[in-house]
């Protein structure tokens, strides 16, 4: 009984230091593919505007609108 225990307790922490470590790896990977719009002005309230801003404007590979301090337009390099 004791044994089960210990490798079902095992096994939970292998599978939350991948979950973590994968999750780090992705974070990583973003860092510096996303940019606010250095071309956009005022709020963005239309992500289809900003996509079209980023790639025609900026060279990105697509932009849309999230909220920062305010909805803004960002663009994404990768």
């Given amino acids: 009984m004791a044994k089960s225990q210990f490798q079902y307790a095992a096994f939970l922490a292998l599978f939350f230091f991948f979950l973590i470590a994968s999750t780090d790896m992705q974070v990583a990977e973003s860092i510096g593919c996303e940019k606010k719009s250095t071309t956009w ?9 900003c996509n079209n801003q980023c ?6 590979v697509h932009g849309a609108c999230h909220f920062d301090w305010g909805s803004a337009c960002f663009c994404y390099f990768c």
């Fill in 41 to 49: 002005s005022g709020p963005c309230l239309d992500s289809d505007g």
């Fill in 55 to 60: 790639i025609n404007w900026e060279h990105a």
